[in-house]
């Protein structure tokens, strides 16, 4: 996208998309890609929220849409940092080397990350909760924190007259943005694919934070919020209220009750477990509950998290390995735990060759999670029609237990 998108007189979306296979964090997929965006408002100064990584082409696609509004970088006199992680920062060293006029706006942690990383401790003002940057031309800027949302220091900027809320990672989502930017521009296929990849965004990237996601949004009731403007993925300016919901959804997902559905977790060496894990499956959907079925290593747990995050119910299937859990198995609980995917009703089952093991080291692993279990079902070798029976009963019971709650 070569040019900049006007958002309302004097407020433009300027953004690039990466889609270099790289992972975000350095560790979740992004088959789609995820965009960067930032944003000018222009009054009689001119400021810059939020901007980019140092990541595949994003300066280079801002400077060109910068210069479609046209903006000079010397014609920039605030650039506001939301938030610090590198996705939106790591370009700021080089980007004030042609731009050494600009004063950096961003709170007292802030601040303080930006000397960490960066080692630049001037010509930057410290703001806090309802400080205000008056741009002339009836644009102004009010801050208000937002703590670990999903970092210590991380703000939102609010631009009174247009009610544009500048969110940075709140309310984001993974996935490029094609030729359209705004939720009313969009097809209602490209709105099912931010609805789902929100969610993955949600549980890999904020749901350790789900609290504190609950206090932010009722920080911000207090703004008459007209447009939603995120860091990733698209403007919400038909409906803001509907990201806000689903954020809101998301984060009570942790204390529960989540969705009626239930996630399969299951990871098998030479088949025993496979073979019983499809009469987990029957059971579960001889009572109409809806179920994901997730297989490890072949998948990245990234879309395990998401859909488990959202599921009342999880079933995890494994075998014993040298006398504890299959280890992919084992990763997934390690990231479960901590991005507190808690409070679920959980069921285990698997085979086991010579000796057990797995099951202790399972219930090791779990505790603390506020998991509610059912008796697990565990064999020696083949399974045979009794195991699969159980197992066919074991689905059913959690889904009855799913559907009860």
């Known amino acids: 996208m070569k040019k900049a998108v006007k958002i309302t007189d004097g407020i433009y979306r300027l953004g690039a998309n990466i889609k270099n296979g790289d992972l975000f964090e350095g560790m979740w997929p992004i088959p789609d890609g995820v965009s960067l965006n930032c944003y000018i408002v222009k009054g009689a100064k001119t400021a810059l929220i939020d901007l980019v990584g140092d ?19 010397s014609e920039i006199d605030y650039l506001v940092l939301n938030h610090i992680e590198p996705d939106h920062t790591s370009w700021l060293e080089d980007f004030l080397k042609e731009a050494p006029q600009i004063e950096l706006v961003t709170n007292k942690k802030g601040a303080a990350l930006v000397e960490s990383f960066y080692g630049i401790t001037e010509n930057v003002r410290v703001i806090d909760t309802g400080d205000t940057i008056s741009l002339g031309d009836n644009k102004e800027l009010i801050f208000h924190n937002i703590p670990n949302v999903h970092w210590p220091e991380t ?13 940075c990672d709140a309310f984001g989502s993974y996935g ?22 929100s969610l993955r965004y949600y549980a890999n990237i904020v749901s350790s934070f789900s609290k504190f996601v609950l206090k932010a949004i009722e920080k911000l009731s207090i703004y008459d ?41 299951w990871g098998s060496m030479y088949g025993n477990t496979e073979k019983i894990l499809h009469s987990v499956i029957k059971g579960i959907r001889s ?7 997730h297989r490890v290593p072949d998948e990245d747990v990234s879309w395990a998290l998401a859909s488990a995050w959202k599921s009342r119910g999880l079933v995890f299937g494994m075998p014993t390995y040298e006398y ?52 697990p079902l565990e064999w020696k070798g ?13 689905g059913r019971q959690l889904a009855l237990m799913i559907k009860e709650q």
């Open 382 to 394: 083949k399974a045979d029609e009794d195991i699969h029976e159980q197992a066919f009963e074991r």
């Open 155 to 167: 703000m939102i900027t609010f631009e009174k007259e247009s009610g544009i809320l500048f969110s």
């Open 176 to 197: 490029s943005i094609k030729d359209s930017v705004f939720d009313d521009e969009i097809s209602e296929k490209d709105h099912n694919f931010f609805d789902v990849e």
């Open 287 to 293: 009572e109409s509950v809806p179920v994901h079925v």
């Open 324 to 375: 504890k859990m299959f280890p992919p198995i084992a990763s997934v609980l390690n990231m479960f735990n901590l991005k507190h995917v808690y409070n679920k009703k959980v069921f285990r089952f698997g085979s086991f060759g010579w000796s057990g093991g797995a099951q202790k080291e399972f219930d090791a692993a779990t505790e603390g999670m506020k998991w509610d279990f059912i008796d």
């Open 55 to 73: 990541w595949a082409q994003a300066p280079s696609d801002i400077k060109k849409q910068l210069e479609s509004i046209p903006v000079k970088l």
């Open 225 to 265: 919020i007209k447009v939603i403007a995120p860091s990733h993925g698209i403007i919400w300016r038909e409906n803001p209220g509907e990201i806000i919901e689903r954020y809101r959804k998301f984060a009570q997902y942790l204390e529960g009750p989540a969705e009626p559905e239930i996630t399969v977790i």
